[in-house]
């Protein structure tokens, strides 16, 4: 897969374009307009690739995340972001709240501002559930390019929304999938996630009943249930079998800690970012990490050396992922006409 061409990528149409409205107006994408404009999920990965390689040369810039907490186990998180060669720049507001499935409500909502990097100017307005989803599940299988064996072909997802979905796609574009094992601790969101899945993906996706069954015979694990301050722990040591590859969207949360030490390389998007969480409370018995993504994608860690090894990484999310990507679909709307211009 190619990377982006992170220079000239603009038509100079579009950029004349964006000049004359700049500081007057900006580009607003709900959430329908953002899924219309339309993305790939190989364009997706390969920008987050490209990314990780610019934060693995030191060329960005992302303070860890700050938020405010209104309720138990809930955040509004601010994450700005620049990668310079992208010309791209901005920052993400958004909310993660457990409880919000209860009301029918999705788990994550949010805005994400980009900016005009040479004049600071906001020059979009965008929902942000969308790109959550996607670049999340691509900075899965970009850890997975490097860290899982290139043959895995059977995945296990434990926790069945929006995430076990993105994460799957994701994989499925590097990866010669056949069979999912799908686990919820709602039988019936696997049973749909299933359905839904297999007919999506031609994946066989196969709802289990015990979350053992979708860790034990799978080469490449993601776990994607509630974000917890204190880990359940389900998953136990023996479960990750030799040569598998996990990926933990919902952090450490559901990895009892001699689980995850049994793991030989342990990785992570930000390792800044994991201190901060750390300190929090986040993340108190986890492994030495061994790498981070910027230092995968740049060669200056190893990624997977043997078919044995067990590898881990607990991307945290990162405001570069979203502002790599935030870009890509700014340009596709205004290539498609897609969007409401909105007075500043
Ligand atoms: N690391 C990141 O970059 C990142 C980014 C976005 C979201 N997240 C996290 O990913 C997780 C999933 O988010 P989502 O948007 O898919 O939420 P979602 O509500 O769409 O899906 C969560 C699913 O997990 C299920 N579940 C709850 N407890 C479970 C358990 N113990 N075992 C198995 N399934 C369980 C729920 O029934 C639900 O189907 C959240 O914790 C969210 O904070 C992480």
């Known amino acids: 897969m190619s990377e982006p ?9 579009i950029n004349s374009h964006m000049n004359s ?5 900006l580009l607003y994408l709900s959430r329908a307009d953002v899924a219309a404009a339309g993305l790939g ?7 987050l690739e490209g990314m990780f390689r610019e934060k693995g040369e030191g060329r960005v810039e992302m303070p860890p995340k700050i938020g405010i907490h209104t309720m138990p186990d809930a955040f509004i998180h601010a994450m700005p972001a620049s990668i310079p060669v992208r010309k ?5 507001w958004v909310g993660g709240y457990p409880e919000n499935s209860m009301r029918g409500l999705p788990y994550v909502t949010g ?7 040479e004049t600071g100017i906001p020059v979009a307005l965008m929902d942000c559930t969308w790109i959550t989803a996607q670049r999340t599940g691509a900075a899965t299988a970009v850890a997975a390019k490097y860290l899982a064996r290139s043959e895995s072909d059977a995945v296990g997802i434990l926790g069945c929304g929006v995430q076990g979905r993105s994460n799957l796609e994701a994989l499925k574009v590097l990866f010669p999938l056949k069979k999912a094992y799908a686990y919820d601790k709602h039988a019936d969101r696997a ?14 996706v196969v709802p289990v009943s015990d979350p053992k069954q979708a860790v034990v015979a799978s080469d490449m694990v993601v776990t994607a249930g509630p974000i917890l301050r204190t880990p359940h722990a389900t998953i136990q040591p023996g479960w990750l079998r030799e040569g598998a590859f996990a990926s933990l969207v919902d952090f450490d949360s559901y990895w009892h800690p001699a689980a ?19 300190d929090l409370g986040y993340f108190q018995n986890i492994p030495a990490i061994h790498a981070d993504l910027g230092e995968l994608v740049t060669g200056r ?3 997977r050396e043997t078919p044995e090894e067990r590898t881990i990484t607990c991307n945290l999310g990162l405001a570069l992922d979203d502002i790599a990507v935030a870009p890509l679909i700014y340009e596709r709307a205004l290539e498609k006409g897609i969007g409401t211009w909105l007075p500043l």
């Open 5 to 13: 061409d992170w220079e000239g990528h603009i038509s100079s149409q």
């Open 41 to 47: 999920m190989a364009e997706i990965i390969a920008a």
């Open 21 to 25: 409205r700049l500081g007057k107006e």
């Open 111 to 117: 805005l994400l501002i980009l900016n005009d990097p």
């Open 88 to 92: 791209a720049a901005g920052m993400k």
């Open 260 to 278: 995850l030490h049994e793991a030989d390389k342990f990785c992570t998007d930000d390792v800044p970012q994991l201190h901060h969480y750390r």
């Open 191 to 204: 049973l749909r996630y299933a359905e839904e899945m297999s007919g999506q993906t031609g994946i066989d």
């Open 301 to 303: 860690k190893a990624g």
